[in-house]
């Protein structure tokens, strides 16, 4: 086991480098002059233009560009924005309100899909199972941002049960509906592999075994169907934070959240390339964690998968 | 909450006292699947008694009901498509079928275990094998972690699973076939129940691992005096070992008889055709009968004796009226209409 996190630790390196020049080049790429976007309408005069140009590396070769960025990285030091802020500072402000963001959300997504997927699948081919899967496939058919509006208009307008918009600070409370909204498509997602994985294992003769052996019928659901029924669902939700994390700009722009989703939205607006490339190699991060602990997770629910 | 008691009501009294009141006895039972393509019968009428232990063997080729026949005393059938439409299951005396769920369950285990065939896929893939012995404990019980798994090592001790102590937190995947049906009879075995119905428990096993678990079962029989009901669809196996053999065709019972008797002088064709279909060791190079034809469709099975397309005996009546089991002397039953013929050989082949 220990030997398999190190060589999985080890094989983070590349993709991660990898990951990170692609962003990089493509983020270069992107069409306008940086130093336009930085001296505004008036232009800069050429000393301080020529400054400018020295600090972002502008005009250099790319590969000049991203090993000087790297090696900020490595010492924490992500850059500055255009506007002189210090793109650390950016994302200390911005992170922690998307991961409060995320959570809500994921666990909502635990919370609900799991146990209503559950009985949907305990109770196949009845009408509760039918509007689950159709509830579902309603929801996964509309575009997020669609559903955002709709539930903004009418959970926090109309009915006025939510803030409509959430304030600066985005606290948990004023989060709730943006999470319910930025939760909604992976919650049905959830509910339907864990119908669908409970179905399948519901005929399993270890369930069998399980009523056989006289125990309660919810030890025989919870204990045994439901334990070998999560296993897709765990990988499912461990893909899933990665895409909280980064897939938020939709939510994060309809509620006016400053989270990671809508500095990065303004960022890449501005071409604003320390930004956008720092948010993005800390999302690459998240996401290979969660990948491998994911991973790990899986080896303890399934001991028939043994790393070597 | 007392465990030893269970509650019975008034017409469901149990047999106190003699010790030699069968502690099984299925009366009448039918049981039928309900599906899209029809109603199957898979189970019709069968009727027989286990005494304290007794090793019973119920026989028959694929899809003669055998299974759902055991899943139907255990309670454990797939319902829907599965119902029990007719019959009664008496556990002591006691009406087991018409008990509320609840006080059914405590006999599962309890009472009444079971051995399945496959034990890789009867077995939890997550959980380890001492955990899977030591839930018996822990549920009925009340058993802490600590003894529950100091109970699993003595039964995988007692089921003759080398190094007890030091496997009990191994995965069913890490032993090979016999071994995890050694942990299923642990588990069967773990309350000690009066009777264990064991679902084809060698079939999925090498032939000299075969012979080891029939040998085991019989000997923790032996020493725990366990009824047995030995469900299987090979003679061969249960030669040694049963008392006496029920042998189903199509969902019903055809014959039963004690073993001894069975064998020397079947009192039903399809027992006769089963053994002939036997190899023999003094019959070597011959070639080997095999029972023409296929068993029936139980959405549609063959009006008169359901055996009667593949019989080389059928009369006309075979086909118009259904032979009931009939009592025959020698304390065993056959469901022929010409079993006097079968049992002293006078019946010409057509
Ligand atoms: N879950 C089910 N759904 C529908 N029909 C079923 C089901 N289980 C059993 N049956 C029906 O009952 C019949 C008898 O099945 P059963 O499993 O008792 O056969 P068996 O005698 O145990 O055969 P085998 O030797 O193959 O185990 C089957 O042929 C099938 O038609
Ligand atoms: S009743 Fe007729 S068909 Fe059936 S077994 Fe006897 S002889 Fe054969
Ligand atoms: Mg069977």
């Given at each position: 086991m220990g030997t398999y996190v190190l060589r999985r630790l080890l094989q983070m390196i590349p993709v991660f480098f990898g990951a990170t020049f692609l962003i990089f080049y493509l983020v270069l790429g992107m069409p306008g002059d940086p130093l336009a976007v930085m001296c505004g309408e008036r232009g800069c005069d050429p000393s301080t233009a020529n400054a400018l140009r020295a600090q972002f590396h502008i005009g250099e070769p790319l590969y000049v560009q991203y090993f000087e960025y790297m090696k900020g990285i490595l010492t924490l030091d992500f850059g500055e924005t255009f506007s002189r802020r210090p793109v650390l500072d950016v994302m200390g402000d911005a992170f922690p309100i998307t991961i409060r963001l995320a959570t809500l959300a994921f666990i909502i997504e635990i919370f609900i899909g799991v146990p209503l997927g559950l009985v949907a699948g305990l109770r196949r081919g009845k009408f509760f199972d039918s509007s689950i899967l159709l509830g579902t496939l309603l929801i996964i058919s509309i575009p997020i941002f669609v559903i955002g509006f709709l539930m903004q208009y009418f959970l926090g307008l109309k009915l006025g049960w939510f803030r409509p918009t959430v304030s600066g600070e985005a606290p948990w409370n004023e989060l709730l509906l943006p999470a319910i909204v930025l939760g909604t498509v992976s919650l049905a997602y959830i509910m339907r592999l864990t119908r669908t994985s409970v179905v399948e294992n519901i005929h399993a003769d270890y369930v069998r075994t399980a009523v056989a052996k006289g125990l309660p019928h919810r030890r025989v659901v919870t204990v045994h169907l439901l334990r070998n029924s999560l296993i897709p669902v765990v990988t499912y939700l461990g893909a899933d934070i990665g895409a909280l994390m980064g897939g938020a700009i939709v939510t994060e722009r309809i509620f006016n959240i400053k989270g990671v989703g809508g500095t990065l939205y303004q960022a890449i607006n501005r071409g604003e390339a320390p930004t956008i490339v720092s948010i993005v190699v800390i999302l690459v991060i998240v996401y290979l964690v969660f990948n491998l602990l994911v991973d790990l997770l899986y080896a303890v629910l399934d001991p028939r998968i043994r790393y070597a | 909450m007392s465990q030893d008691t269970i509650n019975t009501t008034a017409d469901n009294r149990p047999h106190d006292?003699?010790?030699?009141?069968?502690v099984l006895e299925v009366e009448n039972l039918h049981v039928e699947f309900r599906t899209r393509d029809g109603v199957a019968k898979?189970?019709?009428?069968v009727t027989f008694d286990l005494l304290p232990g007794e090793t019973l063997a119920i026989l028959g080729e694929s899809g003669s009901g055998k299974s759902v026949t055991a899943q139907a005393i255990m309670g454990i059938l797939d319902t829907p498509p599965g119902f029990v439409t007719q019959g009664s299951v008496r556990f002591r005396g006691v009406d087991i079928q018409a008990l509320p769920e609840k006080e059914r369950r405590r006999y599962r285990g309890e009472k009444i275990a079971m051995i399945f065939q496959d034990a890789l896929s009867s077995l939890?893939?997550?959980?380890s094998v001492g955990y899977q012995i030591g839930e018996m404990f822990r549920v009925h019980r009340g058993a802490s972690r600590a003894d529950a798994k100091t109970k699993a090592i003595e039964l995988m001790d007692r089921v003759h699973i080398p190094a007890a102590r030091q496997r009990v937190n191994d995965y069913p995947h890490q032993f090979s076939g016999g071994m995890r049906q050694r942990i299923m009879i642990a588990i069967a075995l773990s309350l000690d129940p009066d009777i264990i119905i064991a679902d084809e428990p060698t079939t999925a096993l090498d032939v000299t691992v075969q012979a080891q678990v029939m040998q085991l079962l019989a000997d923790l029989q032996a020493e725990s005096k366990m009824g047995l009901i030995l469900i299987t669809h090979d003679l061969g196996v249960v030669a040694d070992v049963a008392d006496k053999i029920s042998v189903m065709y199509a969902g019903r019972l055809i014959e039963q008889a004690r073993s001894l008797d069975l064998y020397s002088n079947p009192a039903h064709p399809y027992t006769e055709r089963l053994l002939a279909a036997i190899p023999r060791v003094d019959m070597k190079g011959q070639e080997l009968y095999t029972i023409k034809g296929i068993p029936p469709n139980l959405t549609d099975i063959p009006a008169g004796c359901a055996f009667h397309p593949r019989c080389p005996y059928a009369q006309s009546i075979c086909s118009e009226k259904t032979p009931p089991l009939e009592v025959v002397p020698g304390d065993r039953r056959s469901a022929c209409h010409f079993w006097k013929e079968v049992l002293d050989g006078s019946l010409q082949i057509r």
């Open positions: - | 006292g003699d010790p030699n009141a069968p898979a189970v019709t009428g939890n893939p997550v959980y």
